[in-house]
């Protein structure tokens, strides 16, 4: 079946440095990639997504390229701020009625 | 455009209970999935609807169990509460139509406190 691997953390990062949060999958054909962000209390917002091979998702400074022969969609950050903290979700839609598929979820902290 | 709206936002029930969820959708939307959020356990998929019909199940026990109106608006029903159940219930809309690319934009959650 489909899988979605993320590191859970926590990713603990001091304000200014870049960040890499790592996202590999695995599923047949080409599903759409996304990676979510949740801050505390609050539900999931989509980030960013790319639907096919090398595609760039791009939003508010974070980066991720659809790399369909490493099949992985690392999510990038050149610098982080405090308010960057929260859990980031990395997930696969394979299309075709089939469900969404999410990783573990990664928790960043991100101190001043 | 409204987002995704879920109510209650929170709820306390004791063991035994049963409890009713809401979500309304996006407007335009036609799939909701509904996730149980719990701490080292991520997101676990519990069903989605589509035109008012369950068009995907997981692995969850027949007392978790979900109906979707004909506004596209869902419920799901938890009955015999469970101290385990206690979690953030998500619910996500998305158009729904395989063939096009599609994503799902998420509720804020209904926290679930069972006691």
């Known amino acids: 079946g489909n899988s979605v691997t993320q590191m859970e953390g926590p990713v603990t990062l001091s304000e200014e440095a870049f960040l890499t949060i790592n996202c590999t999958y695995t599923?047949?054909?080409?599903?759409?990639l996304f990676w979510y962000v949740q801050y505390p209390g609050e539900g999931l917002q989509l980030l960013l997504k790319?639907?096919?091979?090398?595609d760039k998702g791009s939003n508010k400074g974070f980066e991720a390229t659809y790399r369909k022969e490493t099949t992985s969609f690392h999510l990038e950050k050149g610098s982080v701020q405090v308010s960057d903290s929260a859990v980031y979700f990395c997930a696969l839609d394979p299309g075709g009625y089939q469900k969404v598929t999410f990783g573990i979820g990664t928790k960043l902290q991100v101190i001043p | 455009k409204a987002g995704v709206t879920q109510t209650p936002r929170y709820l306390i029930k004791t063991r035994g209970q049963q409890v009713t969820l809401s979500c309304s959708p996006i407007s335009g939307h036609r799939s909701v999935s509904w996730y149980q959020q719990t701490p080292g356990q991520g997101l676990q998929f519990l069903f989605e609807y589509f035109s008012e019909t369950q068009r995907n199940k997981g692995n969850f026990p027949g007392r978790f169990s979900g109906r979707q109106f004909s506004n596209s608006r869902s419920e799901m029903n938890v009955s015999t509460l469970e101290l385990g159940d206690s979690a953030l219930y998500l619910c996500a809309s998305s158009r729904g139509l395989a063939g096009e690319e599609d994503t799902q934009y998420f509720g804020p959650g209904t926290r679930l406190t069972v006691l």
């Open positions: 790319a639907t096919k091979a090398d």
């Open positions: 599923a047949t054909g080409y599903p759409s």
